[in-house]
């Protein structure tokens, strides 16, 4: 065996599956369809599946034959150059190192276990070819993102995973309010791609490379009095990086996309917009945390802007009535955590909660896609309920992944929220006030999640005239596998996931704390958890009439939460509508200029067209006497003006 | 009085000079297209007339190797044409040529 993995073969088969559904899905078979589209998310969670096996036993003497050529992380393929242009090299490589290499584990296994969800729901739908080649596409750019070895080539896979879920959020473009959601995505994604784009440029001007263990390096090199540190270089890199995270992965001010994302089919939700794509921002954050490490300011700014928007979003979330929106503002919430847990340098924790939340929050929208199937794609949960009994196995399913998310022991959630409020309440004074708004979140969420479950699953059918049905093996399958997953998921720690991290995203930093101080905080944020099932169970199950009246009594904050705090009518106010107006402008005034000459070279040459048109009769006498008549111009021409030709010389010179 | 004496360059080509009206103007007034043809011949042979002309007085062979060329153009220009006139009047049954006027057949 050679020391290449191949790793190129991870985004490429999902590739050849896009292009061979894409181009000849509609001609082929639906099984054929399917077989090519679960291969490449299949292969690719084997093939990292069987390096994750060699590196955990590497050293060890009793590992089989087959992981023993495994080389030590991190592991770098290079495919050689992209871009030269003088002193810029960019090169196309693939790093797989710890961080990577959970990342990927995670986009490949929850994709695979998405994918195959996706052949019982998309089963009735005529875009099924054009469903898979999509999904296959955003997994060859999200691999390419985790693999990239240098920030352009992460932006390549940031911007392709973009355009993968434009595409997926608009799959049933026939209605109007899909392909709206779509163009919002890609434009307010655009926005924080600007601030990325920045950044890259900014770390190309003051280091020359875009590699990111080069750049790793060159900060460890320099010394701290080097006006890069002082002169507010590296925090400005930072703030950029943020700004473009803050776009991909939802937080504010930039989150107003993905609640409407959820016009896309409900596993793209999951995939997509829960568990990978939009943690491509935090991962970034964690791939890059060199330059946020030696950013003080941007890492405040990172913190609060998480802190912030996970409460901001759980809020929200408390109100909403279609169950994958409570959804989508629950996956705000949450990547909200994970931005606090990078802006108190706790990369790991983050890293730690992205993969639980990746377990439980595929699940919870796998199982909201499961009772929206039943219920023949109701999605508004006062028209669910009593749904315990008709969906035996998506209750049950459910009730695990509202368990983690809540923060019960022992489930999955439980140990990386606990991980992450440990983290920042270490960090000073200002981590309380960090710990106490992630705690209050804690609450929120509890409450809000367990509203969804009260509301969809308990109490009498709200809608007597539907008859669900559970959903088919192969949508269960994964619900079964991720609901394990979602209980099961922590159990590793997290000593041990970030002693495994390390290498990557450095040590986490909890030597402030004990023992005695986690286990107190944990049970603290136990019983918030339980506060939060128990105020869900007094207002939904025992005294249903309760969140009316309250609303009733206090209709301001209700209509202000209902109406998500009125951010969408703002931007549309300070932004959209300048925005339109100026256009409007521009096309009365510049764009007149430009189609007025435009019309005028035209009509200039229909004019002469019209004229000329009238000699092209076809009639041979109109052609004739204009012939002779300019005979008779010229002959005229020659007599009268005069002696300039001698004819008689001329004749002359013929004789001769 | 010299009766030796040719007949003046002039004639000659006054002569050519109304053969090649003669020619212009029935070309242009008829609607005939055989008509017009021979009104074409017409005009080929009023230039002929003139080149003789003026190889006898220039004493120069030239002009007479000119009038072979447009003979032998006439002929083949004879052959082409009465072929293209005999195909539109099969394709139109008529020769009148303000009713030929589409550019095609």
Redesign the interface.
């Known amino acids: 065996m050679n020391d290449s993995l191949h790793l190129w073969l991870i985004p490429a088969l999902p590739l050849a599956g896009f292009l061979t559904n894409g181009i000849a899905g509609k001609r082929l078979p639906r099984w054929l369809v399917t077989a090519i589209a679960l291969a490449g998310p299949l292969a690719g969670f084997a093939a990292v599946f069987i390096i994750l096996l060699g590196v955990m036993n590497s050293g060890s003497a009793t590992a089989p034959a087959f992981l023993a050529n495994t080389p030590s992380l991190p592991f770098v393929d290079h495919f050689g150059s992209w871009i030269a242009v003088g002193p810029i090299q960019v090169d196309f490589t693939f790093v797989l190192d710890q961080l990577s290499l959970v990342m990927l584990l995670v986009v490949t296994g929850v994709g695979f276990l998405i994918h195959v969800y996706s052949v019982g729901y998309m089963e009735h739908d005529e875009g099924y070819a054009r469903y898979f080649s999509y999904l296959n596409l955003f997994l060859f750019f999200m691999t390419t993102l985790v693999l990239a070895g240098n920030i352009l080539l992460m932006f390549v896979g940031w911007e392709g995973v973009g355009l993968a879920s434009y595409l997926l959020i608009g799959f049933w473009f026939q209605k109007d309010s899909a392909s709206n959601a779509g163009k919002k995505a890609f434009i307010v994604n655009r926005i924080g791609d600007f601030g990325f784009l920045i950044g890259i440029f900014l770390l190309l001007a003051n280091f020359g490379t875009l590699t990111f263990s080069e750049i790793a390096s060159k900060i460890a090199a320099s010394p701290a009095e080097l006006p890069i540190f002082t002169g507010g270089v590296l925090t400005t890199i930072a703030l950029c990086l943020l700004f473009g995270a803050t776009g991909k992965s939802a937080q504010l001010p930039l989150y107003i996309w993905l609640p409407d994302a959820m016009e896309g089919p409900t596993p793209v939700s999951a995939l997509i917009h829960a568990a990978t794509m939009v943690t491509a921002g935090v991962y970034m954050i964690a791939r890059t945390h060199v330059i946020f490490d030696h950013a003080p300011f941007a890492l405040g700014v990172l913190a609060v802007i998480g802190a912030a928007t996970a409460l901001f979003a759980a809020t929200m979330g408390l109100v909403q009535n279609d169950i994958k929106r409570v959804l989508a503002y629950s996956t705000i919430s949450q990547l909200g955590y994970m931005f606090l847990a990078c802006g108190v340098a706790a990369y790991s924790a983050g890293i730690f909660h992205l993969v639980t939340h990746a377990f439980f929050k595929a699940l919870l929208f796998l199982a909201a896609g499961s009772v929206i199937h039943a219920m023949g794609g109701e999605q508004d949960l006062r028209k669910m309920g009593g749904l315990r009994k008709k969906l035996p196995i998506t209750f049950w399913t459910m009730t695990a992944g509202v368990l983690a998310i809540a923060g019960f022991f022992p489930f999955a959630g439980f140990f990386s929220k606990d991980a992450i409020l440990y983290a920042a309440y270490l960090q000073g004074t200002s981590g309380k006030i960090l710990w106490g708004v992630g705690l209050l979140t804690a609450l929120l969420t509890s409450l809000y999640m367990f509203r969804l479950w009260y509301m969809a699953f308990l109490g009498e059918s709200r809608s007597p005239e539907v008859h669900p049905h559970e959903s088919p093996w192969s949508m269960l399958g994964p619900l079964v596998i991720l609901a394990v997953l979602s209980v099961t998921g922590g159990w590793i720690g997290i000593e041990h996931f970030s002693a495994f991290l390390a290498p990557a995203t450095g040590p986490l930093n909890l030597e402030a704390g004990s023992t005695r101080l986690e286990i107190i905080l944990s049970i603290v944020a136990v019983l918030v958890a339980l506060e939060g099932l128990l105020i869900a169970d007094k207002y939904y199950r025992r005294r249903p009439e309760r969140p009316a009246q309250l609303a009733a009594a206090a209709p301001g904050v209700y209509n202000l939460l209902l109406h998500k705090y009125y951010v969408d009518e703002f931007y549309g106010a300070v932004v959209v509508k300048p925005l339109l107006a100026f256009s409007k402008y521009v096309l009365g005034g510049v764009d007149l200029l430009l189609t007025g000459s435009a019309w005028l070279l035209a009509g200039i040459t229909n004019f002469t067209g019209t004229i000329l048109q009238g000699w092209?009769?076809?009639?041979?006498?109109s052609y004739?006497?204009w012939l002779?008549a300019g005979a008779v111009a010229l002959l005229l021409f020659l007599l009268l003006s005069g002696s300039s030709i001698d004819f008689a010389v001329a004749?002359?010179g013929?004789?001769? | 009085m010299n009766f030796q004496q040719e007949v003046p360059l002039a004639w000659y080509l006054l002569l050519s000079a109304a053969l090649f009206t003669l020619g212009i103007v029935g070309f242009l007034i008829k609607r005939n297209l055989i008509t017009m043809f021979m009104s074409i011949e017409l005009m080929l042979n009023a230039v002929n007339l003139s080149f003789v002309t003026f190889a006898h007085q220039w004493h120069a062979v030239k002009g007479q190797i000119f009038v072979f060329f447009v003979m032998m153009v006439a002929a083949a220009e004879a052959a082409v044409g009465l072929a293209i006139i005999i195909a539109v009047f099969r394709a139109r049954s008529t020769l009148a040529v303000d009713r030929i006027d589409l550019m095609k057949l």
């Open positions: 092209q009769s076809g009639n041979l006498r004739a006497a002779t004749l002359k013929m004789g001769r």
